[in-house]
């Protein structure tokens, strides 16, 4: 995609978007990199929780303007593929922060993994290497090469690892402020790519009502038990494929091991029992076929390795899960 703009061209776009947000909040805000602030955006920071530290700075992302139509519907599939295995939940209706997440890729970094911007000069390249004298912002989300220095460049350019970054950035899906071109409204503009990339997924994460837990399982063998995990973790085994009324891991599906009203939720190999169907209600509820009981943390405990069952569907957060 050729997306990269002359450098000429982004340096005064950068300090005229400076100087226009600047002049819409009233003051340019000193926080965070104080020895680039004619380049990062004024105010960015300012709209951050006290701690908070900025993921990106650019309010346009990398490429410093609005992707055409098919440039987003290709970068909007690459990023929510990574945004689902990252963890963030395809929760009903608008505020499905999958959806969210995707369209900021999208604007962030237009879907390129390798993308960088270089903050002091207002423009774009491509690692390796990083050819910028400064901060700047890398990969998939752009993650800030001074906020975010524990994560390194071999991580924030690796799709998977920037979306784990990314997502552990965001408080596991509390927040997207961090984000520059969240803040500034322009990640609004693929919410309709990204959505329409999310109801194409076929595979990912079953994330759980409550931030950073996802659904998982301890070994990848029949009878192996289902379990909570941690989110974020770039783990294969929260990897799941959804083949019609089946939740899939290779050859094995997620399955109740009994008709028990409070049976454990194992793999077994896929046979198209009733066992192994599971209906998605559209609350959060998953129900299981054979007795029409619900997926759920038994205790509500919210512990990592914790093993799942079956019990009564009461939309609390211990029993809510989100298909990819």
């Not at 922060?97 to 237009?110: F, H, R």
């Not at 903050?119 to 004298?133: F, I, L």
């Given at each position: 995609m050729a997306l990269s703009a002359r450098a000429t061209v982004r340096r005064w776009c950068t300090v005229a978007a400076v100087v226009i947000i600047a002049i819409a909040l009233g003051s340019?805000?000193?926080?965070?990199?104080?020895?680039?602030?004619?380049?990062?955006?004024?105010?960015?920071?300012?709209?951050?929780?006290?701690?908070?530290?900025?993921?990106?700075?650019?309010p346009r992302g990398a490429f410093d303007r609005i992707l055409s139509a098919a440039e987003a519907v290709t970068a909007a599939q690459t990023c929510a593929r990574y945004a689902t295995w990252a963890g963030w939940a395809n929760t009903a209706g608008s505020a499905?922060?999958?959806?969210?997440?995707?369209?900021?890729?999208?604007?962030?970094?237009?879907?390129?993994a390798t993308?960088?911007?270089?903050?002091?000069?207002?423009?774009?390249?491509?690692?390796?290497?990083?050819?910028?004298?400064?901060?700047?912002?890398?990969?998939?989300?752009?993650?800030?090469?001074q906020a975010w220095a524990s994560i390194s460049n071999e991580c924030a350019f690796t799709p998977k690892c920037n979306a784990d970054g990314a997502y552990g950035i965001s408080q596991d899906g509390a927040s997207f402020s961090p984000w520059a071109t969240y803040t500034s409204g322009v990640y609004g503009n693929y919410l309709s790519a990204a959505q329409a990339a999310v109801?194409?997924?076929?595979?990912?994460?079953?994330p759980g009502a409550v931030p950073g837990i996802c659904l998982s399982r301890v070994k990848y063998a029949a009878n192996a038990a289902a379990v909570i995990a941690r989110c974020g973790s770039g783990a294969r085994r929260m990897d799941w494929r959804i083949v019609g009324r089946a939740i899939k891991d290779g050859k094995f599906c997620l399955a109740v091991a009994s008709a028990s009203a409070t049976a454990k939720v194992r793999l077994r190999r896929c046979n198209g029992s009733s066992y192994q169907q599971w209906t998605a209600l559209g609350n959060g509820l998953l129900q299981n076929a054979l007795a029409g009981r619900c997926l759920r943390d038994p205790g509500g405990s919210n512990v990592v390795g914790t093993a799942l069952n079956v019990g009564s569907c009461s939309p609390v957060s211990s029993r809510l899960w989100w298909l990819p």
């Open positions: 340019i805000s000193a926080a965070g990199h104080a020895s680039q602030s004619r380049s990062r955006p004024a105010g960015h920071t300012s709209h951050l929780p006290p701690g908070m530290r900025p993921a990106s700075v650019s499905s922060t999958l959806v969210v997440a995707s369209a900021i890729c999208v604007a962030e970094s237009g879907g390129q993308v960088y911007y270089c903050n002091p000069t207002g423009t774009d390249g491509y690692y390796p290497p990083v050819n910028c004298s400064g901060l700047y912002d890398r990969g998939l989300w752009q993650l800030d090469s109801t194409a997924l076929r595979h990912g994460t079953v």
